[in-house]
């Protein structure tokens, strides 16, 4: 599952031949690291963290969590169906309501969505487009007209990154403070 397809990407910037795909294709790459930093993983992946804690549950470091696949430290190895996951949250606990004892652990996990929510992939189009957009003002102005530029900042060509209605797209899917 990708974020976004060249095919989507094409379509959103209206471009309809192939002379441009290798340079869009490099900004297609770049798409999932930006969204990812604000709401957690997308793109299902193996992950493998080193975490430290105890207690009641282990919080992973790339939620959502889609499945555990090993979990060992303070001394044990955990099997995977004695454990609970709450996905969206990141959390791992046990089946049987004992705690971990405090360590640090391993866990190897499938992070990521079964899907890419359309909020989320239209925030990462939004931006696709906003940063193509950006890069060819310096070659005649930006096609298909708008102005990225004026709304917040008065030095034609000097833009923002991540374009606020990006932000406001990906508002409902933040990730909590301290999540990495």
Do not use: C, N
Not at 55 to 71: D, E, I
Not at 138 to 165: K, M, N, Q
């Amino acid at each position: 599952m990708a974020l976004v397809t060249l095919e989507e990407a094409k379509r959103q910037l209206d471009i309809t031949g192939d002379s441009e795909d290798v340079e869009l294709q490099t900004y297609i790459d770049a798409l999932p690291a930006v969204i990812e930093g604000f709401v957690g993983v997308i793109e299902q992946r193996e992950i493998t963290d080193r975490v430290t804690g105890g207690g009641a549950a282990l919080a992973v470091l790339h939620p959502p969590l889609l499945s555990v696949t090993s979990l060992t430290g303070a001394g044990a190895a955990y099997s995977v169906d004695a454990l609970t996951v709450d996905g969206s949250a990141g959390i791992i606990g046990r089946a049987d309501g004992s705690p971990f004892p405090t360590g640090a652990y391993t866990v190897t996990y499938t992070a990521g969505r079964p899907s890419v929510p359309p909020t989320i992939k239209l925030a990462a189009l939004v931006l696709l487009q906003h940063l193509w957009r950006t890069q060819r003002a310096t070659r005649g102005g930006l096609a298909g007209g708008g102005d990225d530029f004026s709304v917040t900042e008065p030095i034609p060509g000097f833009g923002y990154a991540v374009p606020h209605r990006v932000l406001q797209l990906l508002d409902s899917f933040r990730r909590p403070p301290g999540v990495a």
